[in-house]
């Protein structure tokens, strides 16, 4: 189950499980989009991107779903492992008619896979 | 994606001095950001660092408390002025590659406490 922590929201899962991290937006105007993990001491590592003018997109293991109409991201990860326990935030990049808009990152959802 | 060193890893400095941190990425980027990570919390944009001119500061972040350089388009250095317990935080670098649509890449930070 999914509750809210101190401080992030936490998500904990069995192995194996498919796992579903979600995050609100607050910006309509934002036309980028991007999952990253952040194990403990270290940077945030890239896992998957989105573009506004798509709904779903894959990788290998994850999948990124974006909802424009309310303003929604997801991420899954199929059959998780112990590896996948990290702290995984999205951010958005505010459209600012260039390539390079800033990026605004979400509060963050602490993931831990039980053995 | 760019490999991106910063210096130090982690410091533990008395309260009124000023500490430079350093990243320094193994191929020419467009783009240079640092962001802030407070105890427990997500990411915040400090800055965007300009290669050759001044950066351009955040909201509620300002040039004489966070100086920033960018001598070229491999390294950028930050200073936290002045320091109190308030600077205690991961202070990351980020870079954006050439092409338009390609997600930030991140050092791992450094881990700061101030006393």
């Known amino acids: 189950g999914e509750s809210v922590g101190l401080h992030l929201p936490t998500l904990s899962v069995q192995e194996g499980d498919n796992s579903i991290i979600n995050c609100a937006y607050s910006n309509s105007a934002s036309d980028y989009f991007i999952w990253y993990k952040q194990e403990s001491g270290k940077g945030p590592q890239f896992i998957i991107d989105?573009?506004?003018?798509?709904d779903k997109r894959q990788g290998q293991r994850v999948t990124v779903l974006l909802n424009k109409t309310v303003k929604h991201l997801s991420l899954q990860i199929a059959a998780t492992q112990p590896g996948d326990s990290a702290v995984y935030f999205c951010?958005?990049?505010?459209?600012?008619?260039?390539?390079?808009?800033?990026?605004?990152f979400g509060q963050g959802t602490i993931l831990t896979v039980h053995p | 994606s760019a490999v991106i060193s910063q210096k130090p890893s982690r410091d533990i400095c008395q309260r009124g001095t000023s500490l430079t941190i350093q990243c320094q990425v193994d191929s020419q980027v467009t783009m240079m950001f640092w962001y802030r990570q407070q105890p427990g919390q997500s990411l915040t944009l400090i800055a965007t660092?300009?290669?050759?001119?001044?950066?351009?500061?955040e909201s509620g972040f300002v040039i004489d408390k966070f100086p920033i350089s960018r001598p070229n388009l491999t390294f950028s250095t930050l200073t936290v002025s002045n320091m109190s317990p308030e600077d205690s935080s991961i202070y990351l670098c980020?870079?954006?590659?050439?092409?338009?649509?390609?997600?930030?890449?991140f050092g791992d930070g450094t881990r700061l406490s101030i006393l």
């Open positions: 951010a958005e990049r505010r459209a600012l008619g260039t390539s390079y808009g800033k990026l605004t």
């Open positions: 660092a300009n290669q050759g001119s001044e950066a351009t500061y």
């Open positions: 980020s870079v954006a590659l050439g092409t338009a649509n390609q997600p930030q890449h």
């Open positions: 989105i573009r506004s003018n798509m």
